[in-house]
Structures are given as C-alpha cells and as structure tokens.
C-alpha cells in the first residue's frame, strides 16, 4: 500500500465544515434542529486515523421533557459518515461547543480557557469560566489517557444546554492539555460521554444520569439517528427521553444490557454472505458506540471478512510462517478434538495455565499495561497461531480438504489489516461482494456492501475502505464487536436506560 494512499487515509474522515444550525417546530411538538453539511472533496481533508487510534484504547480502562411533553431533540453533524458531531451550551449565558454524542464514554469535556500550550486549544472553543454567571468551582485533577496521549485538566461545575434543556449543576472536565496531533484539526471541540458511571473518569455523574435525575426527560430512554445519506444536509439526531417514529421501520429488537459500563450485550453470530465465521461459538459480545465510525472485531473474523470482500491488507510474515510450518500440526490437533483453544499451547506457542489460553500475540486494549516481557516474536507468533486455528476449524467444518484449508489460511495471511487496521477495496467490485451479518437477540442484522464500504473521492481518484478494522480483546472481556456508526447509521438505535436493554430497527 503506497504512501500517499496511507496519507489519503489518514485524513479521510473530517470533511465538513461546520454549518450554522436552525431551529424549528414541527407539529408533533418535537423540537428540531436543522442540519446542513458540505459535500466532500479531495481538498479538505483532515486527519481522523488519529482520532480513532485515539479512541480505541479507552474499552476497559476504566425524550420527553417533563415541563412540555416534547422530546428533546439535538442535531448531528455528519462528516463523510463517519463522525457525527452536535452543539451544546456551557455555561451562562451558554458558551457553544461542538461535541461527540458518545455512546462509549461517560465524561463531558471540552477545551479550557487555561490551555495555554496546546496548538488543538487555539484552534477550537475553549470554556471561560469567568464569562458564566453559574460556574462554581470543582478543581479536582482529571486525566483521560488515550492511544495517542492524553486530555488533563480539571473538573469544574456549570449549567449544560442540549436544545431546549438544561442540566444544572454538570460536572465536566476543563482540559488544560491536549495531544495536538489528535486534535489540531479535529472538528469536534470535545466528547459528551453518555455510557454509564462505572466508566466515568472521577466517577463524575454523567450528563445523561443528571438529566434523569432532574426530571428533565419523562422516560429514561435516548434515541440516535444517523443520515448515512451524503447527499442530504441532514446528519441526523439525538433524542432524549424517546424515539422519533419517523426515524425507523417496524419494531426494535431488544437485548439485554450484559455488562454496564459500555452499552455491552451478547451477540450471537457474525456471518459472512450467509455463513457463519464460527467465532462466537463461545460467545461473543459487542458494543454500540456512536463514537467509533467503524466497525471493529477481532482479526481473524476482519480477515476473513476482507478475504471475502477483497480487501488488500499488509502481508503477515508470522501468520504465513505460523501456517507453514505448523498448519498440518495444527489440523491433526482439531481432527483429534484437541480443544481449539489448547491447540496453540501444545505447539508451543502460546502459554496455557490450565484454565485458559494466555494470549501473547494478540494485545489487548483492556489492559494497555500487559506484560511483554516474553517478547515481541514469541507473541506474534502466538496471535498468527490463535488465528489459524479460527480460520481452520471453520474450514473443517464445512468439510474441506487439508490442501484447500492450508491454501485458505494462507490467503487469509494476505488479507490481515496494516497496523492501522485500514484496507483497500476496489469500487468496482462492490456489486460482487457479500452482505456481512451480525444475528442480536435471534435476529439477523444484514449490512450490505455499500453500507460497510467507505467511498472516498470520486470519479477516477475514487478510494473505497473496508469500514472493518481489527481489535482484539481476549476473554474474559471479549471477544468483542465494536458496532459503530456504520452500523448503527443501517439501524436506528435507542438506549434504554430504565430497562437496560439496547434495541435496533430499520433506520428510515
């Protein structure tokens, strides 16, 4: 893959420019906002890969107003379907800011009047707390840590605006620092975390738990709506305290929340043109995150699935040379019922303490402080290794012969994502590819081809991106599926708070 293809990559997300709001009532006594977006074009493109780098590595490190009747209802800006960006108030009078709705993290934060030395903090909103009549003053040290550095600051305590509501007396973070690499030409100000409080950094009451608690919203339930439509102004909307019936088809499909913190439930299957990849035969969980653009999941599924989709990755020397001097190895272990997760550690290449597999080769983002002293070589080598055993006890399966399984394992090899996780497609091909499926609650969830492809560009300087990255977290908190805004764009989206549950629909 050519530099200047990763360059283009690097910055193909953030193509808006951000567009005055208007705001309107429709008959049904719901309050709008309405949206306007720039269509994107080769020339404003500005860096992401390391906005999602950035938010990653943060798993596991840690409506109906009640005064009118009407739900509340804040917009989304949609750049290049892939992030989507709404303006609250801090303050009073409120201090605008452009914030991610996010689904995966549970502080509120935007930049401070006091951040002297960050490039990001001159180039964005920053909050003045002498300028606000309702400040009161918290002080507390805060520290976000992400892939690419870290946000710092304090917490402070202000009126927060989303529309027509208020939410007094909000905890937020004042960032001081910012790492300028992520968030010099970010279009967002800051993040409005909406998971719950068991991932909220100084255990801050979030946003969304306030305006429960202050009898803001009638039920405890929001709503997204993402507009994958680049050719509409409209990026989409939130809504607080229930759902637009305009904004689905049909019934929701309901599924339990497994674990708070994130919006995590199980997931049943993942499939690729009909066919299962056999991954979640353990069990899988997934999360929806409205502030992950992608679709993430572990490798060994990512590669199969952009072998399906021909996608082109970086080539792995330690997967290849795992399949050629162990694959028969490893099949005589699967055809003796040796169980799949043992397979690696009779080899050799993995560690095993009599409960469970100890991954080396596959690091985790729940804990970004694994220990690597056995070094690098021996844990790709256990990865590549866990990953042929996926890849092969699926082949047989289905019956194939050791010839056909080796030369498939192989070709995965080739399909495994660069380091960054991005791979090409060619746009031509799209008509070919096979829809991908995720079953929830029994029910099957289709995306297809053009729902998972990113396009970038057009006419002859068109890029079209695999909208599958890979990320592997291994039990007892994963596997696990990040469904992002890909996903949730295809299905209307609503967050039950009260009944802790999560359900999907047909997006209108």
Request: glycine share 10%.
């Amino acid at each position: 893959m050519g530099t200047a293809f990763k360059n283009m990559l690097s910055t193909f997300f953030f193509v808006l420019l951000l567009s005055p709001l208007v705001l309107s009532a429709s008959n049904d006594g719901l309050v709008r906002v309405g949206l306007k977006k720039k269509k994107f074009d080769q020339v404003n493109r500005l860096t992401t890969k390391a906005e999602e780098s950035m938010k990653m590595p943060r798993y596991g490190l840690s409506s109906n107003l009640a005064g009118n009747g009407d739900a509340d209802i804040v917009p989304l800006k949609n750049y290049l379907d892939a992030q989507y960006f709404g303006e609250i108030g801090i303050g009073t009078p409120p201090q605008k800011f452009t914030v991610i709705f996010d689904t995966g993290s549970s502080n509120l934060w935007v930049p401070s009047s006091k951040c002297y030395f960050s490039i990001a903090c001159l180039l964005h909103s920053k909050y003045n707390a002498r300028k606000s009549s309702s400040y009161c003053k918290n002080g507390k040290k805060a520290e976000i840590h992400y892939g690419t550095g870290a946000i710092s600051g304090y917490f402070s305590t202000d009126h927060v605006t989303l529309g027509d509501l208020v939410v007094e007396n909000q905890d937020f973070i004042e960032a001081t620092r910012e790492p300028s690499l992520t968030f010099v030409a970010a279009k967002f100000d800051g993040i409005l975390g909406l998971g719950f409080q068991e991932i909220s950094v100084g255990k801050a009451v979030p946003v969304w738990y306030n305006m429960v608690n202050q009898g803001l919203v009638k039920e405890p339930v929001f709503s997204f709506w993402l507009n994958r439509n680049t050719d509409e102004e409209e990026g989409g909307e939130i809504v607080f305290g229930g759902a637009d019936p305009d904004h689905y088809i049909g019934k929701h499909t309901w599924v339990p929340v497994s674990q708070k913190g994130y919006w995590q439930f199980d997931m049943d299957e993942v499939l690729v043109a009909g066919e299962s990849t056999g991954f979640c035969a353990d069990g899988c969980s997934a999360i929806a995150d409205s502030g992950t653009s992608l679709l993430a999941g572990p490798m060994a599924v990512v590669a199969q699935i952009n072998h399906a989709i021909g996608a082109a990755g970086v080539v792995s020397v330690e997967c290849k040379t795992v399949v050629e001097q162990y694959g028969k190895q490893i099949l005589e272990l699967l055809l003796s019922e040796t169980q799949p997760k043992r397979v690696c550690s009779k080899i050799g290449l993995c560690n095993f303490d009599g409960k469970q597999d100890v991954s080396m080769g596959i690091e985790s983002v729940v804990d970004v402080n694994v220990d690597k002293s056995s070094g690098g070589i021996h844990d790709a080598m256990c990865g590549a290794c866990e990953m042929a055993v996926v890849w092969m006890q699926n082949q047989l399966k289905q019956n194939q012969t050791e010839e056909l399984i080796l030369d498939y394992a192989n070709q995965l090899c080739d399909r495994l994502p660069s380091p960054m996780g991005e791979s090409a497609v060619d746009c031509s091909n799209l008509s070919t590819m096979p829809s991908v499926s995720f079953t929830i609650a029994g029910k099957t969830f289709d995306l297809s081809p053009e729902e998972y492809i990113l396009k970038v560009g057009e006419g002859a300087a068109a890029q079209c991106i695999s909208g599958f990255t890979a990320l592997d977290v291994p039990p007892p908190h994963g596997p696990l599926w990040i469904l992002g805004d890909i996903f949730m764009g295809r299905y209307h989206t609503v967050f039950d708070y009260g009944n802790l549950r999560v359900g999907f629909a047909e997006a209108a």
